[in-house]
């Protein structure tokens, strides 16, 4: 089992950046796929970027290609995402979550580990 912890959320102008951070500990982090998730209020919880046990694929979702990057640091047991060019419609509260999933891509029921989110807010 591994816990989650979000943190780097907050209040941003439109085309402003911020970095979350999410912090994993219990079981070796590098035996998991890692996803940013996020969800605005009223809305389902949707995939912002995903990455594999060894960083080595990503995936975005098309909404923020261009504009956010993933990356993971097992040695720290950490996994972060780069917002840059924040819009107002990034306006949610994003989750780390982590899968042992072996496929590629797996989808948002595979992650079994989810931590509590970080609010962020992209004023206009």
């Known amino acids: 089992q591994v816990q989650l912890v979000e943190s780097g959320g907050g209040l941003v102008q439109a085309g402003g950046s911020l970095r979350l951070s999410c912090a994993a500990s219990g079981r070796t982090f590098s035996t998991y796929g890692m996803g940013w998730f996020r969800q605005a209020p009223g809305k389902e919880r949707e995939v912002v970027a995903t990455?594999?046990?060894?960083?080595?694929?990503?995936y975005y979702a098309d909404s923020v290609k261009g504009r956010f990057t993933i990356s993971r640091d097992n040695a720290k047991n950490a996994v972060y995402l780069q917002m840059n060019t924040l819009k107002p419609e990034d306006t949610a509260v994003y989750y780390c979550a982590a899968t042992v999933s072996l496929r590629l891509w797996p989808g948002v029921g595979e992650y079994a580990y989810w931590g509590q989110g970080t609010q962020v807010t992209v004023s206009s």
């Open positions: 990455t594999t046990r060894s960083g080595g694929a990503v």
